[in-house]
């Protein structure tokens, strides 16, 4: 797993498990405690995620919110946009784009919205 970006947009490249859990929730913290504003977390080069991997990125946003900022997921990928519709946390998670696009993956495998 390869985190990039700063305080206002980061990247992850990888795996997203519990391998990688505690080096990612390090570097996503840092990341929302130095800065203001949307932090953008850019999945398009995810090639794997856990249970544990979707935790990161529930506390990262539980921690964005408690000081005022908001993480927003952009390129998610169709695997884990399913995931987050049917578990419905693309009501709590903000997506940038694709989430029309979730909604008609949710609705084709039969998940209600």
Known sequence: MRITGDHR??????RLDVRTAADARAQLHRAVDGGLGDLVLDLARLEF??????????????RAGRIGRRLVLRSVPAQLQRLLVATKLHRILA???????????AEAHGFAL
């Open 9 to 14: 947009a980061l990247a992850i490249e990888g």
């Open 49 to 62: 995620w856990d249970a544990t991997g979707l935790g990161v990125i529930m506390g990262t946003h539980r």
């Open 95 to 105: 997506v940038d784009g694709g989430i029309a696009e979730a909604h008609g993956i």
